[in-house]
T-cell receptor
Framework: DTGVSQNPRHKITKRGQNVTFRCDPISEHNRLYWYRQTLGQGPEFLTYFQNEAQLEKSRLLSDRFSAERPKGSFSTLEIQRTEQGDSAMYLC????????????FGPGTRLLVL | QKEVEQNSGPLSVPEGAIASLNCTYSDRGSQSFFWYRQYSGKSPELIMSIYSNGDKEDGRFTAQLNKASQYVSLLIRDSQPSDSATYLCAVNEDSGYSTLTFGKGTMLLVSP
């Protein structure tokens, strides 16, 4: 069991550029979550997949954000036309898909928008 | 809007003491409760989960839940400098979806 992995670990980009992050969940976990965390705050929920279906999206997820999980395995989170306010740690978590279950977090991708 | 409240701290305790971390939540429908530890620059790591009223012990950690008071706490016995981190309280409504609502976290500092 290799744990949740995320790539890249760090990303620096200029305002207006597009960025894409990848998350590989723990194998056989069918639920995958994206969260965003800024300094001094707890993680905030962005979106959630059950297998390949995107079941819930936060109002924090503006039209510039899109997430996919095409084959129910890895997921990508794309931010278009990045803004300085998008600078944050983007966290991915996965869980087996049972009631009262634990979410396991990946190491995160730290984004800095200049 | 679901809210999870924590004292931001820092909570400073000497090595060997008991650290007590508290959390309140607004949604009475909440069913699952978690404590995560987060070191600076790292991602959250699960410490404890609790689902029923009462105490749950795991090594030096004890989680306490009181659903009537909408209160959950974490006690760390024999605190060590390596316990210095931010402790995040997270709540799950468990309505069929499993999204977590986090507090802002309490910073714990354990001095040698």
């Amino acid at each position: 069991d290799t744990g949740v992995s995320q790539n890249p670990r760090h990303k620096i980009t200029k305002r207006g550029q597009n960025v894409t992050f990848r998350c590989d969940p723990i194998s056989e976990h069918n639920r995958l979550y994206w969260y965003r965390q800024t300094l001094g705050q707890g993680p905030e929920f962005l979106t959630y997949f059950q297998n390949e279906a995107q079941l819930e999206k936060s109002r924090l997820l503006s039209d510039r954000f899109s997430a996919e999980r095409p084959k129910g395995s890895f997921s990508t989170l794309e931010i278009q036309r990045t803004e300085q306010g998008d600078s944050a740690m983007y966290l991915c978590a996965s869980s087996p898909g049972q009631r009262q279950e634990t979410q396991y977090f990946g190491p995160g991708t730290r984004l800095l928008v200049l | 809007q679901k809210e999870v409240e924590q004292n931001s701290g820092p909570l400073s305790v000497p090595e060997g003491a008991i650290a007590s971390l508290n959390c309140t939540y607004s949604d009475r429908g909440s069913q699952s409760f978690f404590w995560y530890r987060q070191y600076s620059g790292k991602s959250p790591e699960l410490i404890m989960s609790i689902y029923s009223n009462g105490d749950k012990e795991d090594g030096r950690f004890t989680a306490q839940l009181n659903k009537a008071s909408q209160y959950v706490s974490l006690l760390i016995r024999d605190s060590q400098p390596s316990d210095s981190a931010t402790y995040l309280c997270a709540v799950n409504e468990d309505s069929g979806y499993s999204t977590l609502t986090f507090g802002k976290g309490t910073m714990l500092l354990v001095s040698p």
